[in-house]
T-cell receptor, first 114, second 110 residues
Framework: NAGVTQTPKFQVLKTGQSMTLQCAQD?????MSWYRQDPGMGLRLIHY???????DQGEVPNGYNVSRSTTEDFPLRLLSAAPSQTSVYFC?????????????FGPGTRLTVT | GQQVMQIPQYQHVQEGEDFTTYCNSS?????IQWYKQRPGGHPVFLIQ?????EVKKQKRLTFQFGEAKKNSSLHITATQTTDVGTYFC??????????FGTGTSLTVIP
């Protein structure tokens, strides 16, 4: 199993550009999520999905869209990039939501918006 | 909104000394997870605590969940250089969303 994969590893965008961060898992996990990590802030939940076709907002959803058309994939779209979105983005998955299920994190995407 | 506070932000210890990081929530948690992140890496799951007053051990690591399920701690006995990294707690209130603490960065001086 490859686990959770993310592409790209690094990305530089100009303000106003859009892009999609890709996330895929091959463990047949129901629950997937996106976090951003900023220095001194820990990880903050952007969006999550409890299954294909179901998504919901997390703590910091503004400026991001997600969709979950398959169990395996959970892309994160930046609609119009802003410097405040410069961050490291982690995708995670777990077998189910709720107690008892550890989250497996991908290697991350380091995004810089100039 | 929900928030999980974690202290200290940084900790430098001599190799062989003990280390503790604390997490606190103003409201009752459903469960709490602990993660370790090495520099440049991604968070890796360590353990989950669900029951009030629960204590779990993994070799030199001891995890505790408070009786009121509002606080938790991670204690490392006799630190080693391999323990270097940032330790995060992640609190869950509803079963769908985890709120991460700001992390404690541990430096171990050989």
């Amino acid at each position: 199993n490859a686990g959770v994969t993310q592409t790209p590893k690094f990305q530089v965008l100009k303000t106003g550009q859009s892009m999609t961060l890709q996330c895929a898992q091959d463990m047949n996990h129901e629950y997937m999520s996106w976090y951003r990590q900023d220095p001194g802030m820990g990880l903050r939940l952007i969006h999550y999905s409890v299954g294909a076709g179901i998504t919901d907002q997390g703590e910091v959803p503004n400026g991001y869209n997600v969709s979950r058309s398959t169990t395996e994939d959970f892309p994160l779209r930046l609609l119009s990039a802003a410097p405040s979105q410069t961050s490291v983005y982690f995708c995670a998955s777990s077998e189910r939501s709720g107690p008892g299920y550890e989250q497996y994190f991908g290697p991350g995407t380091r995004l810089t918006v100039t | 909104g929900q928030q999980v506070m974690q202290i200290p932000q940084y900790q430098h210890v001599q190799e062989g000394e003990d280390f503790t990081t604390y997490c606190n929530s103003s409201t009752t948690l459903s469960n709490i997870q602990w993660y370790k992140q090495r520099p440049g890496g991604h968070p890796v799951f360590l353990i989950q605590l669900v029951k009030s007053g629960e204590v779990k051990k993994q070799k030199r690591l001891t995890f505790q969940f408070g009786e009121a399920k509002k606080n938790s701690s991670l204690h490392i006995t006799a630190t080693q250089t391999t323990d270097v990294g940032t330790y995060f707690c992640a609190g869950d209130y509803t079963g769908n969303q985890f709120y991460f603490g700001t992390g404690t960065s541990l430096t171990v001086i050989p």
